[in-house]
């Protein structure tokens, strides 16, 4: 099943992370060609200085993590990846954040392998 977990220094309502899980839900779905019932979302809120961004002078940031199932071509994960680069920058909930895709390695359901890392800073 894929599973998108956010990790931000944010704090936000059920609410809001409700109609957040619904929008991801229909994003992942829309990309990956499958069902939003098949989609779950964790939203880890570590408070504020609970996620940075490290540099010259490290600032609050997000991560948003996506599992994906082996089998989806390299265009359709980096379709995935817009989207929810796109859909990051809509919220701008924080300064800057990442996204980044991983699959299931083959035969070993615990190893992760990284596909893609997107970040973009905001403005």
Do not use: N
């Amino acid at each position: 099943m894929p599973h998108l977990q956010l990790d931000t220094s944010g704090t936000y309502s059920v609410e809001v992370k409700r109609e957040f899980a619904r929008r991801l839900g229909d994003v992942y779905a829309e990309k990956m060609q499958t069902s939003p019932d098949i989609v779950d979302v964790t939203i880890r809120e570590h408070g504020p200085g609970g996620v940075w961004r490290c540099g010259s002078e490290p600032h609050p940031s997000a991560v948003l993590s996506c599992d994906i199932r082996r089998g989806r071509t390299v265009e359709q994960r980096g379709q995935l990846a817009d989207a929810l680069v796109d859909f990051m920058m809509k919220l701008r909930s924080e300064r800057s954040f990442a996204v980044a895709l991983m699959e299931a390695g083959a035969g070993d359901g615990e190893k992760r392998e990284e596909l893609t890392w997107q970040t973009r800073p905001q403005p």
